[in-house]
Structures are given as C-alpha cells and as structure tokens.
C-alpha cells in the first residue's frame, strides 16, 4: 500500500528553523520523484521543492525559498527531507510531500494533478 507520512512541522520564530521528514510505503525511491507543496490560508497549494533521489542534481526549489531551503533523500530508509531556514511568517501553511513519476519531474511539472500520492499534511507556523 502505497503511503507518504509527514512530520517535523510545528511552531517557530521568524528567523528559525525546522526540518520536515517524509517518509514512503510501497513504493521505492529509486523509480519516483518527490516534491514538497505547501498550502497557506485561502490560497492555493504551491511547490516549494522537488527531488528525484536517484538523482544528486535534480533538486527544484521555487523562487520563494531557494537559498533557504534544503531538499536531500535518503534511499536506504524510503525517507526525504526539507530542512527550512531563516523562517519567514509567509512561509506559514500545511506542507505536503506527494509522489510523481521522474518524467514529469523531469519536465519541471508543479501541478498538483500531476502527483498521484499525499501525504496528509504537517503544520509549518512562523510567527512572533
């Protein structure tokens, strides 16, 4: 069965740090592509960060976080991660990891349609 479990979510301080971990069921690393989406308040859910773990040079960062964010993948144990630093309050949201196949990674594709699995989400806050 396939499944992407998220943690590492929570409440920080502007300027902070949080590391997300997202960790995959039933399916190996070797043969897909994973992104992270996140979801603000009334807004619609946006990529922020793209990996194809077989990969070492595929990463993906949206304009709003490169520098900032980091994404790496550890095959052996089905686990990818986003670690965020220098926490802005708008990158508050619920933050996704979701599956796609490595030719759309390839193609560059941020389109929510084109990701079969999700996990069910963790809470990023960045406030004062």
């Known amino acids: 069965q396939v499944q992407l479990v998220e943690s590492g979510g929570g409440l920080v301080r502007p300027g902070g740090s949080l590391t997300l971990r997202c960790v995959v069921f039933?399916?190996?690393?070797?043969?897909?592509?994973i992104a992270w989406f996140r979801q603000a308040p009334g807004k619609e859910r946006e990529v922020v960060s793209r990996?194809?773990?077989?990969?070492?040079?595929?990463?993906y960062y949206s304009d709003a976080v490169q520098g900032r964010f980091t994404i790496t993948a550890d095959n052996a144990k089905n686990m990818v991660f986003l670690q965020m630093n220098s926490l802005k309050p708008e990158d508050t949201g619920v933050y996704y990891c979701?599956?796609?196949?490595?030719?759309?990674?390839?193609?560059?594709?941020?389109?929510?349609?084109?990701?079969?699995?999700w996990g069910q989400g963790t809470q990023v806050t960045v406030s004062s």
């Open positions: 990996i194809i773990p077989r990969d070492e040079e595929s990463q």
């Open positions: 039933g399916f190996s690393l070797d043969y897909y592509a």
């Open positions: 979701a599956r796609t196949f490595v030719d759309r990674a390839y193609a560059g594709s941020s389109a929510a349609a084109d990701y079969d699995y």
